[in-house]
């Protein structure tokens, strides 16, 4: 099983608590290729969602998409990184989502040097780290954290020293999200 | 050495240190520092956290002087404490390294430990321990926030924890352990319903009826004071059967006595007369039935014929063979679920399957699908109304098949000719999925009456074609059955049972046996009578009845159905004890009966439905008008209780004359087919009820009148239908304006939106805001349901999962397309799926080309992606690589119309590179590699399968073994990945062959012996199954020669 990412934006509000056609198009489709949702982040906005998924290969989630006519801007295979220990729960009243692009991808030890250093610095700033999602390329990566607002999360990045999180300051985005499980 | 220290949160604080008990941590703030800190020791915690979760109400400053002051105490308490916390200026942490014990850890520990094993027993003792360790909730005397949470999580893990323990000690037949836990579980939580069902269960497995009892009284006691419900259907089904089971304890205490009732005829054999003649034909049905008893694989290869059809005239015998049958049937433990059409409800939709399906339910279905609440409401409303007809369908379907994998299943289905259109449809759907089980289907229809009920004459016409069904027409009985039939009955006495009075007989009823029976009890009476006509007789009989009884007839006659005595006291309005008496007496006569099917009801039905004509016949028109008046009006009473009756309501209303009641009854009604699907009967209902309208004062008409063509406008209607229903929308609209009905304008408004919606739906272009129209309105329209279902069908037809279940559902979705004359790619595309799946290139071809062109109008750019990758599919595995090349080319440029990141492209590209390295083009080879290279980079297993089996076949046949087993190996982990059982199976059998051309025998037979169990050939496709079948030969050959070989070495 892969864990699998569809991130999309949109115009309209999503309105995931109102069940549509498209939805009850999607879903069936969806179980038929042993496709689990698992849950979805919804920005404040309601533009910009992520939903992730366990699936056999992120292809049977873009065939459930296209099939279904549901809206994606990307759908991704990725693997999930989380504190060790017990996992903080996401606070859905502070929860955020921070996204970074790295074109070049990152390595393993640019990831553990990162966490190193920016972990203390999140807990100073009373920022937890609840999960991660990586894309296999490691060109993509995507932050839940329970932060008391995201200016918190994009100074912490800004004040980092190293450049695999500069460089994710460049092309960030860090969100408010709602959370919408099964 | 230093020594451990305990820490223990659950039920109260405690804390020691080798033997020695720690006392100096005792203040609130105190021991939440140490529990804070302990319980995140994963990593390390900012002061300014810890600060604000301990003194949420202080200034920051405050707090954090707070905590300071606590870790002074902490530090100074806590012995040794160096070798527990670290601390610095900014971050404390708990070293989780350290020389301690948590009681919180060492409960979570063994919950997950027991989620991990797959032993029982060491399930059973990982649980126990678990709940040992939980001595209570978490640190119950602080009631921080972050507590609560973490307290109410560890709760829930307590309570699951629990909830498992006693199902497994249930299994494990400890009923005494289970019921200690269970209690314990609801001294935990006393609203816990399951608790209470489980504790009734083990009560009642362990031989304590009395204690179960209790415990249901006990619950709903709870349950009324504190929530104000009842307890639910399911613990109230439970309750009733300990109760029967209590009922029965002769049987238990003499054993000796066990062995009567399979002695004793059943009860409804009882009550049949004897079965007079039919010998070749019941000896054809018991031959024909006796299949339900074969294995189930045996079912499903010989699928000739799982649906008989008994058909004949009026009283010729049908009802009496299927009761034959339910007897003979029920004798051999298999299941019987037996449904009955009547006249008056052709327009109650799914009625014969409600009312079957409610006989038979009982306490022991588990899973029961929520859906299975719009057909029987007792169960439960599900909270959102459906989109999707197959998830209604599936509910009974997926019961039906948990009762056929108990004991084998008849269905029987008397008089389908008055089947509702809905219950036709559903039928046939179950027919086609339950092919594999062991399930059997009869039914009885009258001769002449079949062909007037064009949805089952259509459903029998498509078994016919399928060669499923076996059809039996009863002919009249000849002189000496007559004779018997006429002994066996004594209708006559035998004294004066001559030859002439039997030739009178059999000539004047032609050997009918319900006419020859009226004849000879006629005869038989005191005042014989001369004529030759049934309903004559049956008249005559009536007659000699007492004043009371022929009182009752006509109500029972009105209803129009099999009918309850408290119903019919209701609504007759005649006391129940003096009713009871009448039921006796028109029992002994033969006008009535009761109804067997019902195995918890008392249900009676006249004896024929001729007598049940002749009684209302009998009444005059406006006698008539005023018992149905009486009748619609006292069922009227229970409609908010129960809108399942709102069809029975209009059908009497409209009768008795009664046009306000029978509008809006027939608005309910309508609505009500909405939500089940049942579109023919809403479009019906809503003429039915437009027709009363006009009578009604015109605020009531235009209310009533509006919603009536709201829900025609949602059943569907032609383009012609279309036009004056939007004009009369109109005129209703501008009447309502005038009189300032705001809400009944709105009415109109979403009427004409539904209207446009479909319309539109018809040119094939998706207007969001009539989708929204629709949407509002609650209820599936046939073109949303038809595309639901088309959609659903050719999900699993595309990935050739479950074809049987994807045809029956795009049949399906064909013909409530075809009612509105609606056309969908989805279902051509589907259905040219299921052809390429069977190895039917052809008509694959024919199909998917349509469906192309469809979503070339429809500018739906990724389906038609799709249907030109299936085309070039077709091609390729029809041989014709060369033309599979076209559809790859055309696919490549509409993939570049797809907005968003996709994998069409390289689909495209993978398809071409295939044809061509099949056609050895030069080049054909690399441009191959890149194509499966791109395929693994956006993670298209399916496809990447696909085309490295079509390559690896190409290779094995260019004698290139090694290329073969190594894309052959690759294809094989993409399709396990994905469950892909065709690609599986031919991927394994290419292998195989590889394998073998490689000289690898001994690797060949393993590889084959690995998979060769796992794989189920009836899910295959042809082009898969025959590989499988081709390799099987081929390996039990080289299996004959190693084994010549070895013996001839010994």
Redesign the interface.
């Known amino acids: 099983m892969s864990l699998v990412i569809v991130e999309t934006t949109t115009e309209q509000s999503i309105t995931p608590e109102v069940l549509k056609e498209v939805d009850a198009r999607m879903l069936p489709c969806l179980e038929e290729r042993n496709t689990k949702w698992r849950y979805s982040l919804l920005s404040s906005d309601r533009h910009r969602m992520i939903c992730t998924f366990d699936a056999p290969d992120a292809e049977s989630v873009r065939q459930a998409y296209r099939k279904g006519g549901g809206m994606y801007s990307r759908i991704w295979a990725g693997e999930i990184v989380a504190p060790e220990g017990i996992q903080p729960q996401q606070n859905e009243t502070i929860l955020k989502v921070f996204e970074g692009t790295y074109p070049d991808g990152f390595t393993e030890e640019d990831w553990n040097e990162a966490n190193q250093y920016i972990l203390p610095c999140y807990a100073e700033r009373g920022i937890e780290w609840v999960r991660s999602y990586i894309s296999l390329d490691r060109t993509r990566v995507i932050c839940e954290l329970n932060a008391p607002d995201a200016e918190t999360i994009r100074e912490a990045h800004l004040k980092f020293g190293i450049p695999f999180v500069r460089e994710a300051c460049l092309q960030q985005r860090v969100w408010s999200a709602m959370l919408i499980e099964p | 050495m230093s020594l451990t220290l305990r820490i223990k949160l659950l039920g109260g604080f405690f804390l020691s240190y080798g033997e020695r008990l720690v006392t100096a941590i005792s203040t609130g703030r105190s021991q939440m520092l140490l529990a804070y800190l302990v319980?995140?020791?994963?990593?390390?915690?900012?002061r300014?956290?810890i600060a604000?979760h301990l003194w949420p109400e202080s200034t920051d400053e405050r707090a954090r002087a707070n905590l300071r002051k606590e870790l002074s105490r902490l530090r100074h308490a806590l012995p040794n404490s160096d070798e527990f916390l670290w601390v610095d200026a900014?971050?404390l942490q708990w070293l989780?390294n350290g020389n301690f014990t948590l009681d919180v850890a060492e409960f979570e520990a063994a919950v997950k430990a027991a989620e991990q094993a797959t032993d029982k027993s060491v399930i059973r003792a990982e649980l126990e321990r678990a709940i040992e360790l939980y001595k209570g909730d978490l640190l119950p005397d602080l009631d921080d926030e972050w507590v609560l949470?973490e307290r109410e999580?560890l709760q829930q893990m307590h309570v699951r924890a629990l909830e498992r323990l006693v199902n497994i000690l249930e299994e494990q037949q400890d009923y005494q352990t289970a019921l200690s836990y269970g209690q314990h579980l609801l001294r935990i939580d006393r609203l816990n319903e399951a608790a209470y069902c489980s504790l009734m269960r083990l009560y009642g497995l362990s031989g304590d009826r009395a204690s179960a009892l209790q415990v249901y009284h006990q619950c709903m006691t709870v349950l009324r004071e504190e929530l104000g419900v009842d307890p639910s259907w399911t613990t109230r089904r439970l309750y009733e059967q300990l109760l029967m089971e209590d009922e029965q304890p002769e049987c238990q205490v003499l054993p000796r006595l066990s062995s009567l009732p399979t002695l004793l005829p059943s009860h409804s054999s009882l009550l049949l007369t004897p079965l007079v003649g039919r010998e070749q034909e019941w000896a054809f049905i018991r031959q024909w039935a006796s299949r339900i008893f074969q294995s189930s694989r045996d079912v499903a290869t010989d699928a000739a014929s799982e649906v008989l059809l008994l058909v004949g005239e009026p009283g010729i015998g049908k009802t009496r063979l299927l009761e034959e049958l339910r007897a003979t049937t029920q004798a051999h433990n298999a299941r019987v679920l037996w449904g009955q059409g009547f006249t008056a409800e052709m327009m109650r939709p799914y009625g014969i399957w409600i009312d079957a399906l409610r006989a038979s339910m009982n306490v022991s279905d588990a899973n029961i699908s929520a859906e299975l609440g719009f057909l029987l409401p007792e169960l439960g409303q599900p909270s959102?109304a459906s989109?999707?007809l197959?998830h209604l369908f599936d509910a009974v379907v997926q019961l039906l098949a948990q009762w056929a994998n108990q004991a084998p299943l008849l269905v029987l289905l008397d008089d389908i000719q008055w089947s509702d259109e809905a219950s036709s449809a559903l039928l046939h759907y179950a027919i086609r999925l339950l092919r594999s089980l062991p399930v059997l289907f009869a039914c009885t229809a009258r001769t002449g009456e079949l062909e007037d009920n064009s949805a089952i004459s259509r459903v029998l016409q498509v078994l016919r074609r399928e060669q499923r069904l076996q059809t039996i027409e009863l002919k009249p009985l000849d002189r000496e059955q007559t004779a018997d039939l006429i002994r066996n009955t004594q209708a006559i006495a035998p004294s004066e049972l001559s030859l002439a009075v039997v030739n009178r007989v059999f000539i004047d009823s032609g050997g009918n046996p319900l006419f020859a029976l009226e004849i000879a009890r006629s005869l038989g009476s005191a005042r014989p009578n001369q004529t030759r006509n049934i309903e004559v007789l049956i008249r005559d009989r009536l007659h000699q009845l007492d004043d009371e009884a022929r009182e009752i007839l006509p109500w029972a006659a009105a209803l129009g159905r099999n009918f309850q005595p408290t119903t019919l006291a209701r609504v007759s309005d005649y006391p129940l004890p003096q009713l009871l008496k009448v039921i006796e007496q028109l029992e002994q006569q033969t006008i009535i009966r009761p109804n067997t099917s019902h195995s918890d009801r008392l249900g009676y039905d006249f004896v024929h439905d001729i007598v049940r004509q002749v009684i209302y016949r009998q009444l005059s028109e406006p006698r008539r008008q005023l018992v149905h008046l009486q009748i619609a009006r006292k069922l009227s009473q229970q409609l908010i209780a129960d809108n399942t009756l709102a069809d029975e309501v209009a059908h009497h209303a409209s009768l008795g004359g009664d046009h306000e009641l029978a509008a809006s009854s027939t608005l309910s009604a309508a609505e009500r087919c909405l939500k089940l699907f049942a579109y023919a009967e809403a479009a019906k209902l809503a003429q039915r009820g437009i027709q009363h309208c006009q009578r009604l004062e015109a605020q009531t008409r235009i209310r009533l009148h509006l919603g009536l063509l709201r829900v025609w406008a949602i059943a569907g209607v032609t383009r012609e239908q279309a036009i004056q229903l939007e004009a009369d929308v109109q005129r209703l609209m501008s009447e309502a304006s005038e009189l300032g009905l705001k809400d009944d304008e709105a009415i109109g408004l979403e009427a004409i939106g539904v209207l446009y919606f479909n319309q539109s739906s018809f040119a094939g272009a998706h207007h969001s805001h009539w989708?929204r129209a629709v949407?509002v309105s609650r209820f599936a329209s046939p073109s949303?349901a038809a595309?639901?279902l088309a959609?659903?069908g050719?999900?699993?037809a595309e990935?050739g999962?479950d074809m049987v279940r994807a045809e029956a559902l795009l049949l399906e979705a064909q013909s409530l397309a075809a009612r509105i004359g609606l056309q969908l790619c989805d279902i051509d595309s589907g259905l040219g799926s299921v052809h390429y799946h069977n190895g039917r290139y052809a008509e694959a071809r024919t199909l998917l080309q349509q469906a192309q062109k469809l979503a070339q109008i429809e500018q739906d750019h990724?389906?038609s992606c799709?249907y030109l990758s299936y085309l070039a599919m077709t091609e390729l595995e029809a041989g014709d690589p060369a033309a599979a090349l076209p559809y790859c080319n055309e696919m490549a440029i509409v993939a570049a119309k797809i907005q968003?990141?996709?994998?069409e492209g390289a689909i495209a590209a993978s398809l071409v590179a295939l044809a061509n390295y099949r056609l050895q083009h030069s080049e054909a080879s690399h441009t191959l590699e890149q194509a499966i290279a791109t395929l693994q980079q956006?993670?298209?297993?399916?496809?990447l399968s696909y085309v490295l089996i079509g390559a690896a076949e190409t290779d094995l046949e260019r004698d290139r073994p090694q290329l073969t087993v190594a894309r052959a190996e690759t294809a094989l982990q993409a399709a396990q990945?994905?469950?892909y059982p065709s690609g599986i199976a031919l991927a394994w059998a290419i292998l195989i062959q590889g394998l073998l051309a490689l000289g690898e025998r001994e690797l060949a037979l393993a590889r084959f012996e690995a998979l060769r169990d796992k794989i189920e050939r009836h899910t295959l496709s042809l082009r898969a199954r025959t590989a499988v079948e081709r390799i099987i030969q081929q390996m039990q050959k080289v299996i004959a020669t190693s084994s010549r070989k070895s013996s001839k070495n010994s």
Request: hydrophobic share 40%.
């Open positions: 319980l995140h020791r994963q990593a390390a915690q900012s300014q956290r604000f900014k971050m989780p949470a999580r959102q989109f999707d197959s989708l949407e949303t595309r639901l959609f659903s050719s999900c699993l990935l999962r990724w389906r799709a968003g990141e996709g994998s956006v993670d298209a297993k399916r496809m990945a994905i469950d």
